[in-house]
């Protein structure tokens, strides 16, 4: 991981460095063109080829320089071409020509390079995420220091206004985070004692004293910063191939020119022209329009996905995002909370409402259910009664005495063990309140499902996805609950890791494009099996999960809208990729015969690139 943080000190270094280089290039430039424009009026006839040549350098002393090297060392790229044609145009005395060539290629790669700086923002915006200073308090006293000097376990100050340093856990004080820089979600999260927060946050409104639970390296802002910048490294096989493309193509170019220039010679043709035409047809057929184009789509799609609140580990998984056919979800933690709720509650006798949630939550509180937080959700105003003679029955329930009275609280085997008469026809999934062995009430427990899966399906479907699929371990009827109420196309519940598995390859034979999306931490494998893999990633270790993509913020209604932005850049690719070489074909083929100027090859080549890169950072959403 270090050397990522070295590029992040030598970047801003390089940022400086290469303003200042630029800011020149332009002042050349515009000198080049002052001179181009000089040798053109008469006055100055006599120094026109001086001023010419004035012109080529000033405009593409570098260009020129890295060409003539490039050629010693057989290495044919752009720049190789360029130079060819620059210094043949001006050797045949076509100095004018030889002079646009250099200031057309330069205007064109002015353009390129304010483009892809453009779409390389949202990445630099995700690099800020991270704080350089925290206030560490000890003793009592706050001092500022270097963020890399704190360990877990110190506890440190976060003000209002200020960056979270790192992973804790609030030990002290209440306030609202601003997590949109994570998750893309702008209303702010009211935290307060006990909950955690993740760096890369800002701290809105309290100052909260928190306990370092993870030190900067493995904190949630320098993992994203460091898996953003291992995304752009990872290339997709439209990627791959542009690339390879051109290296295969440059060389049979140069091998046609060559064909072109030798032609007069056999024929006893007009040399000058036919040198003229294998030239035109070399800058013509400059590929830089791919090469350029195809990585910044994949890239502008990048960045405006993690806006969306997913982390994408590589353009290259881009591809099989835009292809889903099939998306499966586990059901708890990811279409739900994990969080359960009450879902109805009935009351018999002469008891309230109150009274038997009270009696519940008091026998709660003293176990490690989960049931205790429900009633307290369900019911926010509630007694907490004096517990005495306090067991717990393994997988039965509780039992306890309150106010003298004997008090049981579980499933039927509890009301089994103890003779309860069962007459009121309770269901199944029932917890029953047993009062003096009278039943006084039951409430059921469903899980909470998260606010954002309830229109996910219609959603999935709407952006072309053929088929939403619930995979779970719980068992059939909570699941098949659960799906249905969530219009899911098929539920399989009930189902082992390697079941989950299973039902992934499965599909993956019959031809589909899977994502799957699950708990970073238990679906592992089904994960990394999968097409595309997304893991719900707040809080937990992302570096290491297995997943392709992480749902920072934790929020699935995004994800129709993901998916839609990488089928956009598909189709720009494919676009830009048509459109190039259609451009190309109709240059070269009128280069070779001799109707299109060398300028005007030099533009087609400039304008496709120019038109492609705004196609790929203006279309992608």
């Excluded at 022209?273 to 184009?293: D, G, K, T």
């Excluded at 369900?378 to 005495?401: F, R, S, T």
């Excluded at 479907?461 to 699929?469: D, E, H, M, S």
């Excluded at 909570?478 to 519940?493: H, Q, T, Y």
Aim: charged share 25%; proline share 2%; aromatic share 8%.
């Amino acid at each position: 991981m270090s050397c990522h943080h070295c590029e992040h000190e030598h970047h801003h270094e390089h940022e400086h460095h290469s303003q200042k280089e630029e800011k020149l290039s332009i002042y050349l430039y515009g000198i080049a063109i002052l001179f181009l424009i000089l040798s053109l009026i008469p006055v100055f006839a006599p120094y026109k080829i001086e001023l010419i040549v004035l012109a080529i350098l000033f405009s593409g002393y570098e260009l020129l320089w890295n060409g003539i090297k490039n050629i010693f060392h057989f290495n044919f790229e752009e720049e190789t071409l360029m130079t060819i044609a620059v210094i043949a145009a001006f050797a045949l005395g076509e100095y004018v020509e030889s002079c646009l060539v250099i200031l057309l290629y330069r205007f064109g790669e002015f353009l390129e390079e304010r483009a892809s700086e453009k779409s390389e923002d949202s990445i630099k915006e995700i690099v800020k995420i991270k704080a350089d200073t925290a206030n560490r308090v000890i003793n009592n006293t706050i001092e500022t220091v270097d963020v890399k000097e704190i360990k877990v376990g110190d506890t440190i100050l976060i003000k209002p206004g200020e960056k979270i340093p790192v992973d804790g856990i609030i030990i002290y004080g209440e306030s609202e985070i601003d997590t949109s820089t994570l998750t893309g979600e702008s209303a702010p999260m009211y935290v307060t004692k006990e909950n955690e927060v993740l760096s890369g946050g800002v701290n809105l409104t309290g100052a909260i004293t928190c306990r370092v639970i993870r030190d900067v390296e493995h904190s949630t802002a320098s993992q994203i910063v460091d898996l953003v910048y291992e995304a752009t490294n990872n290339k997709g096989k439209t990627e791959k191939f542009i690339t390879k493309f051109s290296k295969v193509y440059t060389p049979i170019v140069i091998i046609i020119a060559i064909l072109i220039a030798i032609v007069p010679f056999i024929f006893k043709l007009d040399v000058k022209e036919w040198i003229l035409r294998a030239l035109i047809f070399l800058v013509a057929s400059c590929p830089c329009s791919l090469v350029i184009s195809v990585p910044l789509s994949f890239f502008t799609s990048l960045g405006k996905i993690s806006k969306k609140g997913m982390i994408i580990k590589g353009t290259k998984h881009i591809e099989n995002l835009a292809k889903a056919s099939v998306v499966a979800f586990d059901k708890t933690g990811t279409l739900t909370t994990g969080k359960m709720k009450i879902e109805q509650i009935e009351v018999f006798g002469n008891n309230t409402e109150e009274t038997i949630l009270s009696y519940m939550y008091s026998l709660e509180l003293l176990s490690n259910h989960p049931i205790g937080t429900a009633i307290k959700d369900y019911h926010d105003d509630i007694k907490q009664k004096k517990v005495e003679e306090y067991k717990e029955i393994a997988g039965h329930g509780l039992y306890g005495k309150i106010e003298q009275k004997e008090v049981l609280f579980g499933n039927h085997k509890l009301l089994e063990q103890y003779q309860v008469t069962n007459d009121k026809g309770i269901p199944q999934n029932a917890i029953c309140l047993v009062i003096e062995r009278k039943i006084a009430g039951y409430i059921t427990l469903t899980e909470e499902i998260r606010k954002e899966s309830k229109n996910l399906v219609k959603e999935l479907k709407n952006i072309g996805v053929k088929k939403a699929i619930m995979l779970t371990g719980d068992n059939e009827k909570s699941g098949e609950k659960i799906g249905k109420e969530l219009n899911f196309d098929e539920i399989k519940a009930s189902l082992l890791p390697q079941e989950k598995l299973k039902a992934i390859e499965e599909l993956k034979q019959k031809g589909e494009n899977v994502i799957f999306v699950g708990d970073g931490i238990n679906d592992s494998p089904v994960l990394a099996s999968s097409n595309f893999g997304i893991a719900m990633g707040a809080g937990t270790n992302i570096a290491s999960i297995t997943a392709d993509g992480i749902l920072i913020s934790n929020n699935l209604s995004t994800l129709p809208s993901m998916i839609k932005t990488a089928k956009r850049a598909m189709k720009v690719v494919k676009a830009n990729i048509i459109f190039s070489l259609l451009v190309k074909l109709i240059v070269l083929l009128l280069g070779a015969i001799g109707i299109a100027p060398i300028w005007l090859a030099i533009l087609a080549d400039t304008g496709v690139t120019f038109l492609t890169v705004v196609n790929a950072v203006q279309n992608i959403k």
